[in-house]
């Protein structure tokens, strides 16, 4: 089961910093931020892939593309999900985005990263 831990306040670099830190070496992880890069930390790994979705919240305006990329990196699911979000105002729904049927057994909620 893919642990999948919500990344929001601050700013692009204060988030991909804080996922940069919890990438174990002995897991695979991906790292689904939302926006364009600016100047950015991650690096793409044996351990992390990182993908990047079109600006504009995932719940809501991204909702069809966030599903579609959700249900093909679970085609071979890693260990960890980091899903970054620049404004961390809708993090509700995408808490219960992730607890949708389709996701039960496959996704668990770990602890969000507040970087604010």
């Given at each position: 089961m893919t642990i999948a831990q919500l990344v929001y306040g601050g700013n692009v670099r204060a988030r991909e910093l804080a996922i940069a830190?919890?990438?174990s070496p002995d897991a695979t992880a991906v790292a689904l931020l939302e926006?364009?890069?600016s100047g950015t930390e991650l690096t793409e790994s044996s351990q992390l892939s990182v993908i990047r979705i079109a600006p504009g919240c995932p719940c809501c305006t991204g909702n069809l593309t966030m599903q579609v990329t959700?249900?093909?990196l679970l085609r071979n699911p890693p260990d960890k999900l980091f899903l970054s979000l620049a404004d961390a105002s809708?993090?509700?729904?995408?808490?219960?985005?992730?607890?949708q049927k389709q996701y039960c057994g496959r996704l668990e909620l770990?602890?969000?990263?507040?970087?604010g």
């Open positions: 830190a919890q990438v926006g364009i890069a959700l249900n093909r809708h993090r509700e729904s995408v808490k219960s985005f992730l607890q770990g602890p969000d990263l507040d970087c």
